[in-house]
């Protein structure tokens, strides 16, 4: 089962932050948060992962709070592009995939 | 560019007939994996090799079965296709170490498959 909480659906302006919220109050030590996404009939992207620290690359921002129950990721500048499912997915061993959250950017 | 490549990108089948679709890739990865994302759904991990060692998931239907033959690719059977079976099937690659959980996958484009 998956060990993290999303909201089904969100929705934010072209150009505007994304920040996709994550709860993960079950989170043991040395599991680390994952993050993918999957735009429509596509298979799932790698977009970042992180342990303890926040985490910055080419595609989005990580954000973990000190206690690791939660996350939050941040997509600086949306475009229409970005309009996907996005998975949060906290990895044991296997990686099992939550119902993610819907982000739709619109114009 | 290396990538996960998946062959074909639709399937169609008819009810109870053997199906196998294909993976292969070009990243040398160790970890090779099987995902069914039903309509609407998310993805579920069927079952993974890492190298040669076949891990099968406990609720996997037996009708499913799996092939490596090499590093470069996999097979996915399904002995008796159903209408249940109809999905989407994604095949995704890691390169893992000693530490599981901090490899990262990367998917091919997925198989749609119809049972009719």
């Known amino acids: 089962d998956a060990k993290t909480t999303q909201p089904p659906s969100m929705d934010c302006a072209e150009g505007r932050a994304a920040n996709l919220p994550c709860n993960h109050s079950?989170?043991?030590?040395?599991?680390?948060v994952y993050w993918y996404r999957q735009i429509h009939s596509q298979g799932p992207q790698y977009i970042i992962h992180?342990?303890?620290n926040n985490e910055t690359n080419e595609m989005a921002s990580l954000i973990i709070t000190e206690d690791r129950k939660s996350s939050t990721l941040i997509l600086p500048h949306a475009t229409l592009r970005d309009t996907a499912v996005y998975y949060c997915?906290?990895?044991?061993?296997?990686?099992?995939f939550g119902a993610g959250t819907r982000l739709t950017v619109k114009p | 560019d290396a990538m996960v490549i998946q062959n074909p990108r639709y399937q169609v089948t008819q009810f109870g007939k053997p199906v196998t679709l294909s993976c292969s890739q070009t990243?040398?990865?160790?970890?090779m994996y099987w995902y069914q994302q039903k309509s609407s759904q998310a993805p579920k991990l069927l079952f993974h090799y890492y190298d040669k060692d076949f891990n099968n998931e406990a609720d996997t239907p037996d009708n499913f079965q799996s092939r490596r033959p090499n590093t470069s690719f996999c097979f996915l059977d399904i002995r008796s296709p159903g209408l249940g079976d109809a999905a989407m099937y994604l095949c995704?690659?890691?390169?893992?170490?000693?530490?599981?959980?901090?490899?990262?996958?990367?998917f091919g484009p997925g198989t749609r498959l119809t049972v009719l």
């Open positions: 995704a690659t890691s390169s893992e170490g000693d530490s599981r959980g901090t490899d990262t996958q990367y």
């Open positions: 997915i906290v990895r044991d061993d296997d990686m099992r």
């Open positions: 079950t989170i043991s030590g040395n599991e680390y």
């Open positions: 990243l040398n990865h160790n970890v």
């Open positions: 992180g342990l303890k």
